[in-house]
């Protein structure tokens, strides 16, 4: 407890050196848990908005299904029976199937998934309902990434051919009955949303889907023979290894940021040392032993985490919440190079797991770093130092 | 060891080795110093003053002989045992005041009695007593910036007497204070010498030091030439 209260005194009485240090430290703390926490919200707004618009609950696949291998699509669709197809029936789970085809937009050719979801389903939030008006022309829903790389627009009609169960090709005109914004990219990209019944017709199969969609929070609803269930682990899986690949390249910038801070804290130490050796004589001689001089320069050196961990919430509070309530606007046009369902605003979020581990993981760093220039004092004998010469 | 002994060295000598040679700062020192002596170390520098003073503070240890200081043996001490004997029973008083910056009087004089876990009514009653002696209890929260010279050494004195050692070591006490702060100061010392019996002990050239000297103990290269005690009627005159 003194040598608490006498580190606090020194620290204090070091004046404009002291909140230099400690202003420089909480910079680190401050940028450390804003970018952290810009991760965190970035990982959960992407997870959240995955959920909502394509992954739901978690999906049944049918066996031998693979979203990376068009292959595994001629003969990915089973026949909805038992409690699948109660689920589906009423409303907790909507079943999607999934045909290859090809798309002809201003005379070129590109492939294209045709995706069938019924346009009275609830459990993604996309506008399906779109999809409810047909006339003779099979409506058909888009994201603004397909239509600018189709180049096709709302109300065009493009021929798409496809192949049925038997094998047998076929082709028929699409109508775009709407465009829809989304930041996901898992139901936009190369993809093309018709009705499912038309789509079982043109495949010809009947009550069969490629996957079958729960609702959020049903989680896995039972084993169905020839279908596999595929928990949100599984399918966000791959978003969340590139968020963490994110994460860890903003580390690096973390690791020289908080590297200067400690730079100027180690400094400080040995300056310090050198600079009170006539102190750390006095210390000696009133009493103190080499041991409790060292614990009190290196107490010293951690209260500048303290201290920055408080400069910190002055000024950090403030900002981490401002931008926790009002979003981090990205530029336009870049929420998409990121790879990630991203909105053009990101809401930061500040777990008190962040703020503690980023609070205790600096000021172990900072007690370390302060130690390690105080060992000089171990071998200091104190008439040495009272004659200011360091031995 | 007699009781009334609080200071004895045994053929105490001290080499500082300097490069290929050897300084001999100490040569076969015998010295006897009782409980409340006024005693002075006097020599020309180099003369193994501060050398002797230090060993006797537990601040260094001797090359060969011995120094007893309260029962315990200087040479034999671990850091930590010289640590605790300093810190109960030895206070000190440098040439330069050593007064911890930061801290301001009434933190410098309390300091001592931190180290000794006194509570804080016990810290507050004996710092302000320390302060009376000296005659600062007004300045008490000022600064060591903002004291002059002799205030400085005032301080110095409050934080060395302030935990009633047996034995205050002064360094060269008056070296960097005029004639009139030195007279002061040391009156100060022989007023809290008679009146708690505190041992002093003393390491000086200046000439208004050893006026106040009982016992005069003359050093020349490292041994002790001359031995006197030095009665009231040589002393000097007080006003």
Redesign the interface.
């Known amino acids: 407890m003194?040598i608490l209260?006498?580190a606090v005194?020194?620290l204090?009485?070091?004046g404009m050196k002291s909140w230099l240090n400690a202003g420089v430290l909480s910079l680190a703390f401050v940028t450390i848990i804003w970018a952290q926490g810009l991760y965190q919200g970035m990982d959960q707004q992407v997870s959240r908005t995955l959920i909502d618009a394509a992954v739901g609950g978690g999906q049944y696949w049918v066996e031998g299904y693979d979203p990376y291998d068009p292959f595994t699509l001629q003969d990915a669709h089973l026949k909805l029976t038992g409690r699948l197809d109660e689920l589906a029936k009423s409303g907790e789970a909507a079943p999607v199937l999934i045909v290859q085809g090809t798309i002809y937009p201003n005379g070129r050719v590109q492939a294209a998934l045709l995706k069938g979801i019924d346009p009275e389903q609830k459990v993604l939030m996309f506008p399906s309902s779109s999809l409810k008006n047909s006339d003779d022309e099979i409506p058909a829903l888009i994201g603004s990434r397909m239509a600018q790389s189709t180049g096709l627009k709302l109300g065009d009609t493009v021929t798409v051919r496809w192949r049925d169960v038997h094998g047998t090709f076929d082709a028929q005109d699409l109508q775009i009955v709407q465009v829809m914004t989304t930041s996901v990219q898992a139901i936009d990209v190369g993809q093309i949303w018709v009705p499912l019944k038309r789509l079982e017709e043109m495949a010809g199969v009947d009550n069969e889907a490629t996957i079958v969609v729960l609702k959020k929070g049903l989680g896995q609803a039972g084993d169905f023979p020839g279908w596999t269930f595929r928990d949100l682990d599984f399918l966000l899986q791959d978003i969340r290894q590139i968020v963490r690949s994110k994460t860890i390249g903003a580390s690096i910038f973390y690791a020289f940021l908080l590297f200067m801070a400690m730079l100027a804290v180690f400094n400080t130490q040995v300056l310090s040392i050198f600079r009170r050796r006539?102190?750390i004589?006095?210390l000696?001689?009133?009493?103190?032993?080499?041991?409790k001089v060292i614990i009190l320069f290196t107490v010293e050196g951690a209260l500048y985490a303290v201290l920055a961990a408080v400069i910190g919430a002055v000024y950090g509070i403030p900002l981490v919440a401002y931008f926790a309530t009002r979003g981090w606007p990205l530029p336009a046009g870049t929420s998409d190079s990121f790879g990630l369902a991203l909105s053009e605003k990101l809401f930061p979020t500040y777990s008190a797991r962040l703020v503690i581990g980023t609070t205790v993981l600096v000021f172990i760093i900072t007690t370390i770093v302060s130690f390690l220039p105080t060992r000089k004092i171990a071998r200091l004998?104190?008439?040495d130092a009272?004659r200011g010469r360091l031995s | 060891m007699d009781d009334s002994v609080l200071v004895k060295t045994v053929d105490l000598v001290k080499v500082y080795p300097m490069g290929d040679q050897k300084l001999i700062a100490l040569n076969h020192v015998n010295l006897i110093l009782r409980k409340g002596e006024f005693a002075g170390l006097v020599g020309p520098s180099g003369s193994g003053k501060t050398t002797l003073l230090n060993i006797i503070g537990s601040l260094d240890s001797p090359t060969q002989g011995s120094a007893e200081v309260l029962g315990e043996k200087v040479e034999a001490l671990t850091h930590r045992k010289a640590a605790e004997l300093r810190n109960k029973h030895i206070g000190f008083i440098f040439q330069t005041f050593n007064l911890l910056p930061v801290y301001t009087v009434y933190e410098n004089v309390e300091f001592p009695l931190l180290l000794l876990d006194q509570s804080a009514s016990q810290r507050k009653k004996a710092v302000l007593a320390a302060l009376e002696w000296v005659h600062l209890a007004d300045r008490a929260r000022s600064k060591p910036p903002q004291l002059s010279g002799g205030e400085s050494q005032r301080v110095a004195v409050a934080r060395a007497m302030v935990k009633r050692p047996d034995l205050v070591l002064a360094d060269e006490p008056t070296a960097n204070l005029d004639a009139e702060n030195s007279h002061h100061i040391l009156d100060t010392m022989e007023d809290l010498n008679r009146e708690l019996g505190t041992t002093f002990l003393f390491s000086t050239h200046d000439q208004k030091v050893i006026e106040h000297l009982r016992r005069k103990i003359s050093l020349v290269d490292g041994r002790i030439a001359k031995d006197e005690t030095i009665d009231a009627e040589n002393r000097r005159k007080r006003p």
């Open positions: 003194t209260k006498l005194r020194n204090l009485g070091g006539k102190e004589g006095t000696m001689a009133l009493g103190m032993t080499r041991g004998k104190p008439t009272l």
